[in-house]
């Protein structure tokens, strides 16, 4: 007997990144996702309470490893089944334009960028 994988809600956020990166904020759509990954909308329930907490996860993921990378030092490759990362950036940087929680996201991670980089002037 075959085992299927069952979704968590990495895969969702996941899917929602690719999303947002092949079709900007427009395409964070339940319907359009669940298709995608080949489930139904019921699993996205499982994990999420409403497409605006999905969408604020997403962005929550998306910030947490902008974060991590700058404490990295450098931004790697995106890990796998994420979709690149300036694919996402560029998405997140559209859709500030209209959402406020996507700005304020997009404000964080922008000026910890600003921070990271005079901190490594002040030690170079």
């Known amino acids: 007997m075959r085992m299927l994988r069952q979704l968590g809600r990495e895969d969702w956020l996941l899917a ?10 427009a395409g964070l759509r339940v319907e359009a996702v669940a298709r995608r990954l080949g489930v139904t909308k019921g699993s ?10 999905w969408r604020q996860a997403v962005l929550d ?27 996402v950036e560029r998405a997140v940087r559209l859709w500030a334009r209209t959402d406020l929680a ?13 921070r990271a980089v005079a901190a490594g002037r002040a030690e170079g």
Request: proline letters at 5%.
């Open 102 to 114: 996507a700005a304020q996201c997009l404000s964080r991670v922008l000026r910890e960028r600003a």
């Open 16 to 25: 929602g990144l690719q999303a947002l990166a092949q079709e900007g904020e």
């Open 44 to 53: 996205f329930y499982w994990h999420f309470r409403d497409r605006a907490g």
């Open 61 to 87: 993921w998306w910030e947490h490893r902008a974060f991590a990378d700058l404490a990295k030092g450098a931004s790697g490759p995106a890990a796998a089944g994420a979709p690149e990362p300036r694919a």
